[in-house]
């Protein structure tokens, strides 16, 4: 199982980004998939879901409204449109298969190596 992230960058204040998860080693299709981040001092948290079988998603609240999750199922990569940053959104930025994209789902499995967000003003 394998994650690889891309996407991140500098950003000011009400910018946008798209962060982009490409999975391999297992079936895509059978799994939801997560965004997480963590913050330098922080515990990494849960940022959104989504189930690729019936494409069901989940915000935290930080989030909602300004994050849209997508996955393209032929490509076994989920999106993270990111619009109207803030500086509280600089976090290292990760995605792994969670549980379930009713709520914000547990993760397990691999771990990708993350990109980074940085959002200054």
């Known amino acids: 199982v394998r994650f690889v992230e891309s996407g991140g960058g500098l950003v000011q204040p009400g910018g946008s980004l798209k962060l982009s998860c490409a999975a391999s080693?297992?079936?895509?299709?059978?799994?939801?998939i997560g965004w997480f981040r963590q913050a330098p001092g922080k515990e990494r948290e849960g940022v959104s879901c989504?189930?690729?079988?019936?494409?069901?998603?989940y915000y935290a609240d930080s989030v909602k409204g300004r994050f849209t999750i997508s996955s393209d199922n032929a490509k076994n990569t989920v999106y993270l449109q990111m619009n109207s940053l803030k500086p509280e959104d600089t976090a290292v930025y990760y995605c792994?298969?969670?549980?379930?994209?009713?709520?914000?789902?547990?993760?397990?499995?691999?771990w990708g190596q993350g990109t980074q967000v940085t959002v200054y003003s």
């Open positions: 080693g297992f079936t895509f299709d059978d799994y939801a």
């Open positions: 792994a298969r969670v549980t379930t994209a009713q709520t914000m789902g547990v993760p397990f499995g691999s």
């Open positions: 989504i189930s690729s079988s019936d494409g069901s998603t």
